[in-house]
């Protein structure tokens, strides 16, 4: 089918903008000062305690304007007039350092620096730790131009496997968790929709599995090959501009940090808690569950000096899974399932469906990383970064729910929301199930990195090259179900009562009339489902990078830069299902297992052995299981549309400029962006001739299916985007800082609203439709903080910022063209279009506060291990999504979040206990406020020990969810709706240093 090209208009920034950042070059180069005869003095910036080269050290020469930061490996190459100089070093932690040099005009002088502390001073003998990792986070974030959050991976002691476990107690961002791991991060109160997630700087693919989405599961990724973790509040015009919300960047290991030869080697054991001891699965340890390497080195080759540097990190981590639900299921799904308003008391309604479940699964992670940089001498190096992560799970399920029909005839008259009696009509069709689950869920992505860093112009420039590959994929190859309900049994229905008196999560269940609801002669199999999905994505992109230092009397640089970014992503989806049962009533020769859930509360209920679990009583041998004539035609359309494939293509430029004017330091720009999408969706005919039919043949049927799609139609669409920056420091003191921002952003629309397939109904004269012509939310945002950095590691900041977003996207009808030219080949002229446009808008303003200090320098004896940390963010928001009402909170936003921590680092121990809270929020905004569902508030409490025995050995203990809270809770209407409970889980450990 031919496909079109719609042309978007190019948005607009004022001239003045552009005439500012010409005006910004022209008066540096006005400041040129009279030239003074200069020579240069290199060295190496160490830790002289733990031997760490520091990378971000501050150098600068008194007196002067010529100051820089030390590279990976510690190294400096800076200015100096000549004669004696005065060269001053400062680090986070370290005590400040000042040598006198003997600078000759036109040479260079050597000099090496190493730094130390009190605080080295307080153990028989020193192990690098925690303390190390802060000092270089905060001496990263505090010398940064713009508003960002940097963390160590071992900020909050050892870290775990997934990142999402630091990330989450970090400010301004919350976590979902699902199946006991971090999985969605919500940035500034926003979902991954509106944030990106970087590996030094590079988008990396993401796979979502059930469909192509530019979401990310940041459980995907590993820690194994990670340093820090950097939160970008506020982008330069050298970042991508696709970030209202920030984005996370991942920063890589690299041999340079160490002076030398490094092993460092973790083992350890994984187990789970559970409430009840009546759960087939325990998550009880087997044997060695987490095992990680890391290694590093730097040596001398082809005659150079400590020029080639290697890092190597491997982890393989067997973790379980164990997740008792309460309630509904499928939250957010079936918040249908809720009697509404005006039922009996008249401002409440009551859940009409309640069940138990059992989830549970194995995961294996593992995180390979393999860094290399070689010197080329003068600074300039090149570099290959690779990473290689995958997480398979085997999955389980076994789920009991209960539900009646939607009228006020279902219930007694003495139900309330707090007491719901159901009644045993045929017309309520109150009826159980047992449901019993297997599959599958594989992901993997991998990224390899090549790239070249040159100094020019005797060190006052540099030039920076670099290529990126990415591939993601999450695969469901074989989600395959068994239903059972009590229908045939029990056709007039069933009597049961739920009373939420006593206890809002775990309420007491009673039946109160029909069959037996443990007994498995009372159900009977009537579906099997069987589903794959697989949603791949590419991501490549080639960039390079140039930085000049001017000769001015202040210290001034430009930049410039440019990029090409390709993202190639695709959906597919597989579908079967067996919808005919022709075997007796009952399940009794099937059962696998009947058992008591919730926590020894409900139950027995029985449960069918999943599908490929054991040829022993597996139903899906049984013979009885088959397709009617029309499950054929369901079986093609389900598998088929939602195929798809998408292609973004991004050519981006910039150029930026900063200046220091003594205590204020100045960065602006430009960033211009322009989108070319292109997506290729099927065209579907949603004629009623096509729609199956019972009294057909199953052939017929699936001829009836493969009638319904008309071919494939690729549409494309086009914008350009000028984004504006501009970013002002304030020292005021030497530690304290004033910041203020304000940057232009988007974020790129959901490619569901892309991609949504194409359908085309001749009775009604309508078509619906995906729109790859939709422009991206637009988004001004505008940041304070204040920073007070204090010595031995600490800092307090107060920050707020403002965020007005337009471009909203919701549904739009419109009336097709006439033509050849309407988009449709001249088809379906007058008819009416469904499809997303940017409409709507709101805005998000936030405050946030943190704190965090060591007390050594200021308590006595024992008491000199303590430190705290703490943050807080709170939110408000406003949005109009194209109609007629204003919303006073947006779905997912959460307004209030916080974090804190107590630790004791001395003696050679390290203690942490750490809460995490997240506060009520809207997941899901619906008609009116009694189905909207909300998550309800969460604090979670974690423990993290560790012993250090010698300078080669520590053994760990940390233990997640000590208070066994429900990681996560839904609310609908004011009740409990279901709340997940995952245990409480422990890691048992030995570290060995070589």
């Not at 304030?730 to 952003?745: D, E, I, M, V, W």
């Not at 569902?933 to 050995?953: E, F, H, P, Q, V």
Request: aromatic residues 12%; proline residues 4%; glycine residues 10%.
């Amino acid at each position: 089918m031919k496909s079109y090209r719609s042309t978007a208009p190019t948005t607009k920034r004022s001239p003045l903008v552009a005439l500012g950042f010409l005006l910004f070059a022209y008066l540096s180069s006005c400041l040129s000062a009279q030239i003074v005869a200069t020579g240069e003095i290199t060295g190496r910036v160490s830790n002289k305690a733990t031997g760490d080269l520091l990378r971000s050290a501050f150098v600068s020469v008194e007196g002067t304007k010529y100051s820089t930061s030390t590279e990976t490996d510690g190294t400096f190459t800076i200015q100096a007039p000549e004669g004696m100089q005065k060269v001053t070093v400062s680090y986070t932690g370290l005590d400040s350092v000042t040598v006198t040099v003997n600078v000759t005009a036109g040479k260079r002088v050597v000099q090496d620096i190493a730094m130390s502390s009190e605080v080295y001073t307080l153990e028989a003998f020193t192990v690098k730790g925690v303390r190390e990792g802060n000092a270089l986070a905060l001496q990263v974030q505090r010398d940064a131009p713009n508003s960002k959050t940097v963390a160590a991976t071992d900020t909050f002691g050892t870290p775990a496997a997934n990142p999402g476990e630091l990330l989450q107690r970090m400010p301004n961002i919350t976590a979902e968790i699902v199946g006991s791991e971090v999985r969605t991060l919500f940035i500034r109160g926003m979902g991954t929709a509106f944030s990106t997630m970087q590996v030094d700087g590079n988008q990396m693919a993401s796979a979502f599995g059930t469909s192509a989405n530019r979401d990310y599961q940041i459980e995907q990724m590993g820690t194994g090959s990670i340093d820090s973790i950097e939160l970008i509040k506020a982008p330069l015009p050298e970042h991508d501009a696709n970030a209202v919300a920030g984005f996370v960047n991942l920063q890589s290991k690299r041999a340079y940090d160490a002076s030398g030869r490094k092993i460092t080697l973790n083992a350890g054991l994984l187990g789970k808690l559970r409430e009840s001891s009546a759960n087939p699965i325990q998550g009880k340890p087997s044997g060695l569950d987490s095992v990680s390497l890391a290694y590093s080195d730097v040596v001398s080759v082809f005659g150079g000096e400590r020029n080639l540097g290697f890092s190597f990190n491997a982890a393989r981590r067997r973790s379980f899974t164990v997740q008792d639900e309460i309630g509904n299921s499928q939250v957010g799904a079936n918040t249908g399932y809720f009697h509404a308003p005006g039922s009996h008391d008249g401002t409440t309604g009551m859940i009409r469906q309640w069940g138990t479940g059992d989830f549970y699964y194995p995961a294996i992670a593992t995180n390979v990383g393999f860094n290399v940089d070689y010197k080329l001498g003068n600074g300039s190096y090149w570099y290959v970064r690779t990473n290689y992560n995958s997480n398979t799970q085997n999955q389980r399920f076994y789920r009991w729910n209960i539900q009646t029909g939607a009228s006020a005839a279902s219930f007694s008259a003495a139900s309330t929301p707090m007491f719901v009696d159901v009644v045993p009509t045929a017309a309520a069709s109150s009826n159980a199930q047992s449901n019993s689950s297997t599959f599958v869920k594989k992901s993997y992505n991998y990224s390899i990195n090549p790239g070249a860093s040159f100094k020019l112009f005797k060190n006052t420039a540099k030039l920076d090259v670099s290529a990126f590959f990415s591939h993601a994929d999450v695969w469901y190859p074989g989600y395959d179900t068994v239903y059972a309900d009590t229908k045939l049994v029990a056709p007039t229905g069933l009597g049961w009562s739920l009373d939420f008196r006593g206890d809002k999560r775990y309420p007491i269940f009673r039946q109160t009339a029909g069959a037996s609801l443990t007994s498995p002669a009372t159900y009977t199999p009537y579906l099997r489902e069987k589903w794959t999905w697989s949603s791949p994505d590419n991501m490549r992109n080639f960039k390079f990078d140039f930085r000049k230092d001017l000769d001015a009397a202040v210290p001034v640089y430009v930049k410039v830069g440019a990029k090409l970014q390709i993202d190639s992503r695709a959906q597919y989806r597989d579908y079967g299902a067996d919808n005919v049962w022709t075997g007796p009533t009952g399940i009794t020769p099937y059962v696998e297992t009947s058992y008591l859930q919730g926590g020894g509360r409900y139950g027995p209920w029985p449960f069918i052995v999943p599908p490929g679990v054991s040829d022993k009583g597996n139903i899906a041998q049984s013979g009885f299981f088959s397709g009617s004539a029309t499950q054929p035609w369901s079986n093609f359309v389900n598998s088929n549309n939602a195929d798809g494939s998408f292609r973004e293509q991004i050519t981006a430029a910039y150029a930026e400029g900063k200046m220091e004017l003594g205590k204020l330091s100045v960065l602006g720009g430009l960033r211009v962006e322009e989108t070319d999408v292109r997506g290729t969706m099927l065209l579907i005919d949603g004629s009623a001739q096509y729609n199956s039919n019972a009294t057909l043949t199953a052939a017929e049927n699936l001829a009836l299916a493969k009638a319904k799609f008309k071919g494939v139609l690729s549409r494309t669409g086009n914008y350009r985007n000028v984004f504006p920056g501009v970013h002002f420091t304030y020292t005021a003191q030497k530690n304290l800082l004033f910041r203020l921002s304000y940057n232009s952003s988007i974020s790129r629309p959901p490619i569901a609203n892309i991609l949504q397939i194409i359908n085309v109904s001749p009775t009604s004269s309508t078509v619906s439709m995906g729109n790859p012509d939709l422009k991206p939310y637009r988004s001004d945002n505008f940041e304070f903080s204040v920073e007070r950095y204090f010595e031995p590691v600490g800092e307090i900041r107060i920050g707020a910022f403002y965020k007005n977003i337009k471009d909203y996207i919701a549904s739009n009808t419109s009336t097709i063209g006439a033509g050849q030219d309407n988009g449709f080949d001249g088809q379906y002229a007058n008819w009416t279009l469904s499809t997303p446009r940017n409409i709507g808008s709101a805005w998000v303003r936030g405050f946030d506060v943190s704190y965090q200090q060591q007390f050594s320098n200021w308590l006595p004896g024992f008491w000199k291990g303590f430190g705290v940390q703490g943050n807080f963010t709170t939110l408000t928001s406003e949005g109009n999504y194209g109609g007629a009402t204003t919303l006073k909170t947006l779905a997912g936003l959460v307004p209030h979040s916080g974090n804190a921590s107590l630790n004791y680092q001395r003696y050679g121990l390290n203690v942490r206990l750490l809460a995490s809270y997240r506060g009520p929020h809207v997941k899901v905004l619906g008609t009116n406020g009694n189905t909207s569902y909300w998550a309800a508030r969460r604090t979670m409490y974690d423990l993290k020990t560790r012993y250090t025995i010698s300078r080669n050995y520590d053994i760990f203990l940390d233990v997640f969810n000590l208070n066994n809270t429900p990681t996560q809770e839904a609310v609908v209407g004011g009740q409990v709706f279901s709340a997940f409970y995952q245990g409480v889980t422990y890691n048992l450990g030995i570290t060995g240093r070589f």
